[in-house]
C-alpha cells in the first residue's frame, strides 16, 4: 500500500488547511451563544462528506443540533462499516490560559509532537479525529480501493451527552443498519505504541442544591445557630468517601466487575511511567482508591467527582454572610454492568438521607449512559490491530479508558454490532483543556492507519 503513505505526502498541506478551516468555527454546543457556528458546522461536514465521495448525504434535524449522515454504497452484499464522530467542541474557557486563541488554529512542536501539533480547541476531540475518516474515505476513493460500503454519522451534541441521537438511532435502525461501528474519539499510549481502546466508563451527572434558610443572613447575627448550607453540602459531598476512598453510597458497588488477577496482571503490562505521569501533572503523589493502581482507578473502577461548586459570596474582598443555599455538579464513572439510572436513584436517595435537619435537599440528573467493554477476538478488533501494526511496526495493546462515549453502549443495544474504538490522541493532547492539540503525525497516521482496517474487516469477513 505505499499508494497510500504517498498520497497522504502529497495532499498533507491541503489535509492540514482543511482540518484548520473547520476548527476556526466555534461550535460549542453547550453554550447558546454559539449555536450558528455549531449550524454552520453541520454545513461544513456535510460539503466535506460530499466532496470526499459520498453519494448521498443529508442534515438530519433533531430536537437539537442536527446530524450529519452520508453514505457510500458500492454493494449491498459486501460489509458496511459506520463511521461515528462528533462535530461539537467543549466550550474553551479559561479563556486567558490559551497561549493562542481557541478558535485560531496555529501549528505549534512540543516536546511530544517535535513535527508540530495544531492548537485549537476541538483539534483532538473529536474534529481532528473525525476529520481522518473523512480523509481516509476520499483516499480510498481516489484511488479505487474502497473495499465496502460507508455510513457516516458526525453528531454536535456528544458533549452534552448526545441526548438527541438516542431518538435518532432508535428511530433509524434501518438505515444505519452495519457490520462494524468505527470511532475515533479516544487516544492511544504514545506514537511509539498505539492501543486500541476495548472499554469505556458509563456516566451518571447529577447536580445537587442544598438550601437552608428562606434567605442570605448575616453570619454574625445567626451564624452558629442555623445550618450553613455551604459548610453541611462541604461535610455531606466529603462523606461520600471514606478513608480507603471508596465510595460509601450503599449498592454502588453492586454490580462491579472485579477482574481477575489474571486480567489485572495482563493490564500492568501497557508501558506506564508513574514519575512521568506525576510530573505531567505537577503532583508529588497520586491519590485514589486503596488497593488499585493508577491504571486501574483511572479506569476499571467507578469513581465520584465534584465538578464545581458554589455558594455564598466570592467575588472581591470579604463579605460576611450565611448563604441560603449552596450547589454542586457531581459526576460519577461507571464500569460496565453499573446501571446509571440505577445509580443515580441510588445516589439521590442516599444524599437526601444523609441531609441533616435544617437544610432541604434537591438532586437533578443530567445525563448518564452506560460503560462499554469489547473483547479482542472480534473480527473488528483484529483489523484494527493489523492496521496498527502496518503503520506503526509494532501491534496495538488493548486499553481500557476512563473517558465516556455513553452513545457507544446504545448503539449495542439498538444496531446490534460493536464498536472498534481507534484513537490517535494522546493524554497529553489536553482535551477539554487550554491548549488542546492535535499531533500532525497523528493526523496524518490516522489518515493512513484507517484505510487499512477497511482492508482488513473486509478480508477477515469473508
Ligand atoms: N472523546 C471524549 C471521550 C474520551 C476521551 C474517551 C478520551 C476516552 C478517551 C468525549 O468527547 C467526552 O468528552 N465524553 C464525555 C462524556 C459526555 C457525556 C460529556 C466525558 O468523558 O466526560
Ligand atoms: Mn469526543
Ligand atoms: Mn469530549
Known amino acids: 500500500m505505499e499508494n497510500r503513505s504517498n498520497y497522504v505526502q502529497q495532499h498533507k498541506e491541503r489535509f492540514i488547511n482543511e482540518l484548520v478551516e473547520l476548527l476556526k468555527i466555534p461550535s460549542v454546543s453547550a453554550d447558546t451563544a454559539f449555536s450558528q457556528d455549531v449550524l454552520d458546522t453541520a454545513e461544513a461536514v456535510k460539503i466535506s462528506l460530499e466532496k470526499a465521495g459520498c453519494d448521498f448525504v443529508e442534515i438530519c434535524e433533531t430536537a437539537g443540533y442536527p446530524i450529519v449522515y452520508g453514505e457510500k454504497i458500492i454493494d449491498p452484499n459486501l460489509p458496511t462499516v459506520l463511521v461515528y464522530g462528533h462535530y461539537d467542541v467543549q466550550p474553551a474557557d479559561p479563556i486567558e490560559l490559551w497561549t493562542s486563541p481557541p478558535f485560531e488554529p496555529v501549528i505549534k512542536s512540543t516536546a511530544i509532537h517535535p513535527e508540530g501539533a495544531i492548537f485549537a480547541r476541538g483539534a483532538c476531540d473529536d474534529k481532528g479525529q473525525m476529520y481522518m475518516h473523512v480523509k481516509a474515505f476520499e483516499y480510498m476513493i481516489q484511488s479505487n480501493t474502497l473495499p465496502c460500503n460507508v455510513k457516516f454519522m458526525i453528531e454536535g451534541e456528544e458533549e452534552v451527552g448526545s441526548v438527541n441521537l438516542k431518538t435518532f438511532v432508535e428511530n433509524n435502525t434501518e438505515k444505519l443498519k452495519n457490520d462494524v461501528i468505527l470511532i475515533s474519539d479516544t487516544g492511544m499510549i504514545s506514537n511509539q505504541q498505539p492501543s486500541i481502546t476495548t472499554g469505556l466508563r458509563g456516566l451518571s451527572y447529577v447536580e445537587v442544591e442544598v438550601t437552608g434558610p428562606n434567605r442570605d443572613l448575616h453570619s454574625g447575627l445567626y451564624g452558629g445557630a442555623v445550618a450553613n448550607p455551604i459548610n453541611i453540602l462541604s461535610k455531606m459531598i466529603a462523606s461520600l468517601h471514606d478513608e480507603n476512598n471508596h465510595i460509601t453510597i450503599p449498592g454502588f458497588y453492586d454490580n462491579v466487575e472485579e477482574l481477575s488477577l489474571e486480567e489485572r496482571a495482563e493490564m500492568g503490562k501497557a508501558p506506564f511511567s508513574l514519575e512521568n505521569y506525576k510530573k505531567a501533572l505537577d503532583i508529588n503523589d ?6 488499585y493502581t493508577t491504571n486501574e482507578r483511572n479506569s476499571i473502577r467507578p469513581t465520584l ?20 443555599k449552596a450547589y454542586a455538579k457531581i459526576s460519577m464513572r461507571l464500569v460496565p454492568n453499573q446501571d446509571w439510572e440505577v ?120
Open 343 to 462: 445509580i443515580t436513584d441510588l445516589f439521590t436517595k442516599h444524599f437526601i438521607s444523609i441531609a441533616p435537619a435544617g437544610v432541604s435537599v434537591v438532586v437533578k440528573p443530567h445525563h448518564g449512559g452506560q460503560g462499554y467493554v469489547t473483547p479482542i477476538d472480534s473480527i473488528g478488533y483484529q483489523a484494527a490491530n493489523k492496521a496498527y501494526t502496518e503503520t506503526f511496526g509494532v501491534p496495538a495493546i488493548p486499553v481500557r479508558s476512563g473517558g465516556s462515549i455513553p452513545i457507544v453502549a446504545l448503539f449495542e443495544k439498538e444496531l446490534k454490532s460493536k464498536t472498534i474504538l481507534m484513537g490517535f490522541g494522546l493524554d497529553s493532547d489536553a482535551i477539554h483543556s487550554p491548549n488542546e492539540h492535535f499531533g500532525i503525525f497523528n493526523y496524518l497516521k490516522g489518515i493512513e492507519t484507517i484505510p487499512l482496517f477497511y482492508k482488513y474487516f473486509v478480508e477477515l469477513s469473508k
Open 286 to 291: 497520586v491519590y485514589g482508591e486503596t488497593g
Open 305 to 324: 467527582d465534584v465538578n464545581g461548586i458554589w455558594g455564598g459570596y466570592t467575588g472581591e474582598g470579604a463579605k460576611t454572610v450565611i448563604a441560603s
